[in-house]
């Protein structure tokens, strides 16, 4: 899947791509790691959306540029998301 995104992406002059959160419907113990690898091997930037719902804020606050060096990576990614209320806080998952 992740060659096959990838690949789409270098055939396209612009492309938007959402990939949506983990948790939605139940509390996942690890996030899968699709994203990462799509952006690393298409070499594009993530961009770290967020919807507050405590605050009713969200938005585009960040601009990842992966590393290739998943676990650095991976626990920037998740400081980002600390102090952010999630809708549903029982499925919400940061690695600690």
Sequence with gaps: MV?????????RDEIVLV??????RKRTETWKRGF???SLKANIPIALGW???KKK??????????T?????????????YRG???KHPE??????
């Design 19 to 24: 990939i949506t959160p983990e948790g939605t």
């Design 68 to 80: 290739g060096d998943f676990d650095k990576d991976f626990k920037e990614i998740q400081a980002f």
């Design 57 to 66: 804020q969200g938005g585009i606050d960040r601009v990842f540029y992966p």
């Design 3 to 11: 060659d096959a995104v990838a690949r789409m992406i270098d055939e």
């Design 51 to 53: 919807t507050d719902y």
């Design 84 to 86: 952010i209320h999630a």
């Design 91 to 96: 499925r919400y998952n940061l690695s600690e």
């Design 36 to 38: 990462y690898y799509i």
